[in-house]
């Protein structure tokens, strides 16, 4: 993700990057716990989605791929906190 602490309600970019000798191809889809957060197609190795309603508390996030022509399939999981909006 481009930031692992955030705001609830406010705009949170995660990314994922792959990496080798040859860009991977295809999507990849960002999940919170099991729920399907959506997916964004891989650019030149990087993948990007803005998700605005996660609810607050330290998360599990994971990016999967499901692999191509030249790539294994692969998953990265991190915890982003979101902290409460202030009232």
């Known amino acids: ?19 080798g000798p040859v860009p991977a191809d295809g999507p990849v889809t960002f999940f919170q ?19 605005t309603r996660l609810p607050a508390g330290n998360l599990t996030l994971r990016a999967a791929f499901a692999g191509d022509a030249t790539h294994a399939a692969s998953a990265a999981t991190w915890t982003q906190t979101v902290l409460p909006a202030s009232t």
Do not use: Y
């Open 33 to 51: 716990g099991r729920k399907v957060l959506g997916s964004a197609v891989l650019v030149d190795g990087v993948a990007r989605l803005t998700v």
């Open 1 to 19: 993700a481009s930031q692992n602490q955030s705001v609830h309600g406010e705009p949170v970019t995660l990314t994922a990057t792959l990496t």
